[in-house]
């Protein structure tokens, strides 16, 4: 994990009102924090939904796209088709963006 200024972390219940609403699956939401907090030193640590995965965890596309599908198996989340990625069409660089693909995925699937 880098450090940097100003940074503001979400305990997990606040990390999930963040994501309160009926288009996102609280399981795959906690997943996603508790898979980010052991990425940042474990219990301690406190995930920010707009953290940068490569400024805060150091990770690549490579690593992301480790994370996503370690995530998906985690959530039971049929992996998605080349088509189903593409149709999806959007960036995956913050914590954020893996909560919303992961969502998005779950309903669209």
């Not at 100003?6 to 898979?35: I, M, P, S």
């Not at 998605?80 to 999806?88: C, E, F, G, I, M």
Request: charge should be negative; include cysteine.
């Amino acid at each position: 994990m880098r450090a940097t200024k100003a940074r503001r972390g979400f305990t997990l219940e606040e990390f999930v009102a963040e994501f309160g609403d009926d288009r996102h699956d609280r399981r795959v939401v906690e997943n996603v924090y508790r898979h980010y907090q052991d990425r940042g030193g474990g219990a301690r640590f406190l995930v920010n939904p707009d953290d940068s995965l490569e400024k805060i965890y150091g990770e690549g596309r490579e690593d992301i796209d480790d994370d996503v599908r370690q995530l998906l198996d985690q959530g039971n989340i049929e992996r998605p088709s080349p088509n189903l990625v593409q149709r999806y069409g959007k960036p995956i660089s913050s914590v954020r963006d893996v909560v919303e693909y992961l969502c998005w995925l779950r309903v669209d699937s």
